[in-house]
């Protein structure tokens, strides 16, 4: 009674041999896409933390174009930081940074400030004591960067 299970065997070492190359591309891919995520993951969980935090503390705020304030405010300041971001990560480079720091805080108290249409004369020294020292110290940053080289 002894059977020849050679074929048997050819066939589940043809199986394991499959299974094992679908489970090592599986977790290539795994890698790969956490590898990404790795990277992306960071950007996602601030927005996202972000328009959570303005949806909180705005959305019983004033409304400008129908959308909260801090919203649009939060948008822009994203909007500005995405844009510097590209040409600093092709070039390696964060020589401007300090200098887009400024910038944003310029726009955001600007926007703030021209929305508000009863505005008094506190809300305006305050936007322009951000204003004078945004710009100060903008300058002073870029200037010591640029110096440095």
């Keep these: 009674m002894n059977k020849d299970y050679s074929n048997t065997r050819k066939w589940l070492y043809f199986l394991l041999i499959r299974w094992y190359r679908l489970l090592w591309v599986l977790s290539l891919k795994f890698w790969i896409i956490l590898l990404m995520l790795k990277r992306i993951l960071p950007f996602i969980v601030i927005v996202g933390f972000t328009a959570l935090f303005s949806y909180v503390l705005g959305h019983n705020s004033r409304k400008y174009f129908n959308l909260p304030m801090l919203w649009l405010l939060m948008a822009l300041s ?72």
């Design 78 to 149: 994203l909007v500005i930081q995405i844009f510097a971001f590209i040409p600093a990560a092709i070039f390696n480079t964060e020589r401007f940074y300090d200098l887009v720091g400024a910038l944003t805080s310029l726009s955001l108290t600007s926007l703030a400030l021209f929305s508000n249409e009863k505005a008094d004369l506190h809300e305006y020294l305050s936007a322009l004591l951000i204003v004078v020292w945004s710009m100060r110290l903008g300058v002073f940053l870029f200037s010591r960067i640029i110096k440095k080289g």
